[in-house]
């Protein structure tokens, strides 16, 4: 007996060929036959260095990466119709990735990958310097209560890091559908991008490009996004630098 669909973006047991939707909005891609499922996870991290991207994709290809990915909407839509890149995908909490992770294995995603970690261990620690053609951050959790503002994931020292892995001209786009940290955003990224604000819905997914911006925008709220490229010129050192005064530090 199948089991009931909660509503909850949780996936339920479909057959080949079926596709699936939250809140109404289909998910990118159809259910293929087991034979042609791919494995998604990537479940074991350097523990020292960083991640080979060639090596654990098997080619050369543009990185697409997603921070805080939630059930991977994002990327598995833009895995399915972008299969010439490839996405690695994280998120802190190992539940959300184990939906994602099936979805991306059943529909065959051998471009994508599902990995739990942090955001900032990914960004600091696992990247690749210049490896990354995107960085995409969707609705990166707000901590909207008084004080909690500094344990935010959008902070100068993690834009630096955004610098250090993305490839000359690369594109980093965040969104978030909290006023304040979209002004503390905003305050920031001008240091580091060339940044511009959108504040029309991305064409390629008007009903929401994440399961949080379809949500927001089913409850009408304003959802802020916007994308840039690392102002021409500036480096690493630079940017943390940059990321020092910003964050009030000398040395
Ligand atoms: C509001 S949800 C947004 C999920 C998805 N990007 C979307 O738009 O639907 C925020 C996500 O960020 C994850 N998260 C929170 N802190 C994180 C961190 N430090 N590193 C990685 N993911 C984090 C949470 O587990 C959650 O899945």
């Known amino acids: 007996m ?14 080949s060929g079926e596709t699936e939707s939250e809140f109404g909005v289909p998910i990118p891609g159809s259910i293929l036959p087991e034979e042609a499922w791919a494995r998604t996870a990537l479940k074991k991290l350097p523990q020292n260095g960083a991640i080979d991207i060639d090596a654990l994709f098997g080619r050369h290809a543009p990185l697409v990466v997603d921070i805080g990915c939630g059930n991977g909407r994002f990327s598995i839509g833009s895995a399915w119709s972008r299969k010439d890149h490839d996405h690695l995908a994280a998120d802190v909490l190992p539940v959300v990735i184990r939906y994602a992770t099936r979805r991306g294995n059943q529909r065959g995603l051998n471009n994508l990958r599902f990995c739990v970690v942090d955001g900032e261990r990914l960004v600091t620690q696992l990247l690749p310097a210049s490896r990354a053609r995107e960085v995409h951050c969707y609705h990166p959790q707000p901590f909207p209560r008084p004080g909690e503002g500094s344990v935010r994931l959008i902070n100068p020292f993690f834009l630096a890091e955004i610098i250090r892995v993305l490839e000359i001209g690369g594109l980093f786009v965040v969104q978030t559908d909290n006023s304040g940290y979209w002004k503390q955003i905003i305050s920031m990224v001008s240091h580091f991008f060339t940044f511009h604000e959108n504040n029309d819905y991305w064409p390629d997914a008007p009903q929401g490009r994440s399961r949080r911006e379809i949500y927001a925008l089913m409850k009408g709220m304003k959802v802020y996004r916007g994308f840039g490229s690392p102002i021409e010129g500036i480096n690493y050192e630079e940017a943390l630098k940059l990321s020092d005064q910003l964050a009030g530090r000398n040395h």
Request: charge should be positive; hydrophobic fraction near 0%; avoid cysteine.
């Open 2 to 15: 199948p089991r009931k669909r909660r509503g909850n973006g949780r996936p339920k047991p479909t057959g």
